[in-house]
């Protein structure tokens, strides 16, 4: 097998080199990474400045430019030859669930590869980033990686994503301290809920208003009963992951709903 990962937090990642490591055990990994963190910057393209690349002594490639400029560069120029079998990005810091979707550069870079009709998978480890000192333990990157590791090994889900065009498959797997905490893998669907403070607004040192942009979301209003969410085969990501599961959502490109566009031509605008 051959693998492209890529991620949003920048080539230094913990994140990156833990899914590099551990999927070179079953894999032939290329790694091509923005050459810093460019969270939130979804699928965009740098199309008004060129791009450059640089290669570190561990090969991975580096590049001035989004998640998406590396996908992009890597499949169409870097490695125009190469057939991967799949794109991989992350492991990201931080949980990409439900409406995460639409701004994360992890998602956004899977989401490119799969318009190019690559198999694309984008992983998320729940909690990183949040505690300690901005990025999670990397024993906590680690056990996530092997949990991937054992998704493509235990089973057929690189097959199953072949057959899905123009699907992504988003993980989300849960910040535990160990793989024996992890109940099970769940399949979900995006859930939403409300970000709870989008604009934090606060005033420099030199007396400028500043704004600092969120997406944290406000904690479940209603508790989860975990024995329903047990036998539940109608989860959120959300759930999935605070119950204690690993998330797989399959998340589709095309957004445009057929119920809506009958809706809409039945009133003959």
């Not at 989008?198 to 997406?215: I, K």
């Not at 024995?227 to 959300?238: A, H, V």
């Amino acid at each position: 097998m051959k693998f492209l990962i890529s991620n949003d937090d920048g080539i230094y990642a913990p994140g990156l080199l833990a899914l590099y490591q551990a999927l070179s055990a079953i894999a032939e990994v290329v790694v091509v990474a923005p050459n810093s963190e460019q969270s939130g910057c979804a699928s965009a393209l740098s199309l008004s400045m060129p791009l450059y690349t640089h290669q570190l002594d561990s090969g991975f490639i580096a590049v001035n430019g989004s998640p998406a400029d590396c996908v992009h560069l890597a499949l169409h120029e870097l490695y125009p030859d190469t057939r991967f079998d799949c794109v991989i990005t992350g492991i990201n810091s931080g949980a990409n669930l439900g409406q995460d979707v639409l701004f994360s550069g992890t998602f956004g870079a899977a989401l490119t590869a799969q318009l190019f009709g690559i198999p694309a998978i984008a992983t998320s480890l729940v909690g990183g980033g949040v505690k300690g000192e901005g990025q999670e333990q990397t024993s906590h990157y680690q056990m996530a990686a092997a949990e991937i590791v054992k998704l493509f090994i235990e089973t057929p889900i690189l097959d199953a994503c072949k057959n899905l065009p123009y699907h992504v498959l988003n993980v989300n797997i849960p910040d535990v301290d160990s793989a024996d905490e992890i109940k099970g893998r769940k399949i979900t669907a995006l859930g939403h809920r409300q970000i709870a403070r989008p604009v934090h607004h606060v005033v420099d040192p030199r007396g400028r208003d500043a704004y600092w942009l969120s997406l944290r979301k406000r904690p479940h209003e209603l508790p989860l009963e975990t024995e329903d969410l047990q036998s539940s085969t109608d989860m959120t990501d959300d759930q999935a992951v605070a119950a204690g599961y690993i998330s797989l959502s399959p998340v589709r490109l095309h957004h445009t709903p057929a119920d809506t566009l009958k809706t809409l031509s039945a009133l003959m605008l």
